[in-house]
């Protein structure tokens, strides 16, 4: 694949973000450039998974360049050509709602839109607890989108969690291929 440049956007989905920040260290070292984002609760929240400030500096090391951390600094990355994909990994089924119903209130739902109305792909990596449930229509809309791709998805736990799904986040490097082409990666849903 062509060096490209990519807005990594990150949500709240916490149990995820060391999967995320590994795959964004292999999307650096093939030289792409990344643009980190965070919503608010990503860059501001600390979990048993991890302290935000630690996240912070591990991210901005990997991508050499400061968060975008408001809706202003997010605004722009369409209309001035920023980034060739915005990936959003993780995507929660909050932030996956927000984009089906046109909310542009975080700096992860601004780069979305940013880009979207440049007519630019976008890459979710979703995981939710809901996505079979509450989040099932949104998942509908969104396979409707218009330069709106999925990284394929596992249901992670059909005991506990019948209706979670969560992206295989190992797949990233290929699901970005693939939607740089505007073309969806397939099977959409696998088994592990």
């Given amino acids: 694949m062509e060096k490209i440049r990519i807005v990594f956007a990150m949500c709240g989905s916490f149990c995820t973000f060391k999967k995320t920040l590994y795959q964004m260290k292999i999307l650096s070292d093939l030289g792409h450039q990344i643009i980190p984002v965070m919503s608010f609760n990503a860059s501001s929240i600390d979990t048993r998974f991890g302290k935000a400030k630690d996240f912070e500096k591990e991210i901005e090391k990997i991508c050499g360049q400061k968060i975008i951390k408001t809706i202003e600094d ?18 929660t089924g909050n932030t996956l709602g927000k984009l089906c119903a046109a909310i542009t209130d975080t700096p992860v739902t601004m780069a979305v839109k940013s880009q979207l109305r440049v ?71 696998i088994q592990k």
């Avoid at 997010?74 to 995507?91: F, Q, T, W």
């Avoid at 979670?164 to 990233?172: E, N, Q, R, T």
Wanted: aromatic share 6%.
């Fill in 74 to 91: 997010a605004e722009p990355i369409g209309p001035k050509n920023i980034a060739d994909i915005v990936l959003v990994a993780p995507c």
């Fill in 119 to 189: 007519h630019k792909p976008v890459l979710l990596a979703l995981a939710t607890n809901d996505a079979l449930g509450a989040s099932a229509q949104n998942l509908g809309k969104a396979l409707n989108m218009k330069n709106v791709f999925f990284v394929p998805m596992i249901q992670d736990d059909l005991s506990k969690k019948p209706n979670s799904l969560v992206a295989d986040f190992d797949l990233i490097p290929i699901s970005l291929e693939t939607a740089f082409q505007k073309k969806q990666i397939q099977p959409l849903f």
